[in-house]
């Protein structure tokens, strides 16, 4: 008998099959799901079988099971939130991470895991344009890097005041202050809630009318100190690379200083901005942001690796370690070589090092810059092409790859709230061709389509069809 058994070989093969086809059927299918949540139900939430079944079978009834269910974001005419698609070495790398099932905690538990996950992390600094000293986490997507950098945060600044959050806990602690922008993610109050930090000790300065952070409204911030004594209460500032509504950058150069001269330590919400940093074209927009104090980012958004991937990286590395290591004595430390579970949060972990490894041997710098100037230019023609048809308006024209529309309610008197209305009718009637899919947010009290381009897939045809979709809805609705 041979280790791989005729139904493990017939599960595998039918599954590579199975990926094929569904990603070639992307071409055709519609984007938005069709099934519905009884029908999905009836499919998969099934009892708990007492008997087993082949391998093979259980990926038959699975593939069967999704259909109908899945979102279209694995192709090229997906536009909502900000999700992309993954490169074929990627994924492919993807599956062998699988088949390879290593835990990629410790060196001793996977040395190769360790090394292309170091090399991922160097790679990554030198694209972004991060000090190549910064120490570096691979977790599940950006905000578990937030997590991982503000717990290192919370360390280094804690400690500047005599206090070892690691030893003594919260309680008690000076309590840490934290400023940001109106336009700050909400996944930066869940990573600092799951740190002990509660939505209190948060203040939300008010961004201009360009998305950014005013460098005067933040030096008045830092300078009004809400707590009397003698020292500025410990603050952490988080700055925007790229918000999620215009995609618009924080003035890292005047910011920055401001908030180190007052003792803050700086993060950076870099989640699909910082990969500006890889296009000539739109690197400008990160200037000074490599004098931050920590950066967090994504991989499975605009550097198209399958989910779940994200980066943390921290400027200097010993309050990074200090909120994270782990040591007990049944591990294996190792002394020269990385052992990831140093600088993450989690303890046994999937070798996601890989499928980062993958995407950037695969795209190389050109590559990547290739990518983020491509889909910035594809997000700039899609707002321009559908906000020129009748009806529609552009709110925000992006500066990299999202921007914002908004549908106008032709009625004679209509207002404010009607456009709101018409612009949701409008984005669930695009959606409902099933050839383009985008979702909508709400930006300075107005609802917006946002138009988020983040796939490698997204080619000229796919931009043309979305414009079809618009047409298409603004019509049927007119
Ligand atoms: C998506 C996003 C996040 C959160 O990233 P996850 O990978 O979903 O955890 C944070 N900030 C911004 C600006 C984002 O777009």
């Known amino acids: 008998m041979t280790s791989v058994t005729s139904a493990e070989r017939a599960a595998l093969a039918r599954a590579a099959e199975l990926a094929v086809q569904y990603l070639e059927g992307l071409e055709r299918s519609r984007v938005a799901p069709t099934a519905t949540l009884a029908g999905l139900r009836a499919r998969l939430a099934t009892p708990l079988a007492e008997e087993g079944m082949a391998p093979v079978e259980v990926v038959d009834a699975l593939a069967r099971g999704v259909e109908g269910g899945l979102q279209g ?74 997590a991982t950098c503000l717990a290192a945060a919370r360390h280094a600044l804690l400690a500047r005041r005599g206090w070892d959050v690691g030893v003594q806990g919260l309680a008690g602690s000076p309590p840490i202050r934290v400023l940001s922008s109106s336009e700050m993610h909400g996944t930066t109050l869940r990573s600092l809630r799951l740190l002990g930090i509660g939505s209190a000790q948060l203040e939300l300065l008010p961004a201009g009318d360009d998305a950014r952070l005013a460098p005067a409204t933040l030096a008045a911030a830092l300078a009004a100190r809400p707590a009397a004594g003698d020292h500025p209460p410990p603050t952490l500032v988080v700055l925007q690379a790229g918000d999620v509504n215009c995609g618009a950058f924080d003035d890292f150069e005047a910011l920055v200083p401001i908030a180190h001269a007052a003792g803050a330590w700086v993060h950076v919400d870099g989640a699909m901005g910082l990969w500006a940093a890889a296009s000539p074209a739109h690197r400008h927009l990160l200037r000074g942001v490599a004098a931050a104090d920590s950066w967090a980012t994504d991989g499975h958004k ?123 009718a409008v984005i669930a009637a695009i959606n409902a061709t099933g050839e383009a899919f985008f979702t909508g947010s709400t930006w300075h009290g107005r609802r917006c389509m946002r138009v988020s381009v983040s796939s490698w897939r997204t080619s000229a045809s796919d931009l043309d069809r979305a414009v079809a979709a618009a047409a298409d809805a603004l019509a049927r609705l007119a």
Request: glycine share 10%; proline share 4%.
């Open 73 to 146: 974001s694995a192709g090229g005419r997906f536009y909502g939130w900000v999700i992309g698609a993954g490169l074929p070495a990627a994924l492919a790398s993807d599956w062998l991470t699988s088949a390879w099932d290593q835990n990629a905690g410790l060196y001793a538990c996977s040395p190769a895991a360790a090394v292309a996950e170091e090399a991922a992390g160097d790679w990554l600094k030198e694209l972004l344009g991060l000090p190549a000293s910064a120490s570096f986490a691979l977790v599940t997507g950006c905000q578990m890097a937030h």
């Open 302 to 424: 605009w550097l198209n690796v399958p989910y779940d991937c994200g980066y943390a990286f921290v400027a200097d590395p010993g309050p990074h370690r200090a909120s994270m290591a782990a040591r007990a004595s049944y591990l294996e430390h190792a002394t020269e070589a990385r052992d990831a579970l140093d600088w993450t949060p989690e303890h046994s972990r999937r070798a996601r090092g890989f499928a980062t490894w993958a995407a950037l041997r695969e795209l190389g710098r050109r590559g990547v810059a290739e990518l983020v100037a491509r889909n910035c230019r594809q997000a700039g023609e899609l707002v321009e092409r559908i906000g020129a048809l009748r009806g529609a308006a552009i709110v925000a024209r992006p500066q990299i790859n999202q921007g914002l529309l908004r549908f106008l309610d032709g009625a004679a008197g209509a207002g404010e709230a009607e456009h709101d209305r018409r612009t949701d």
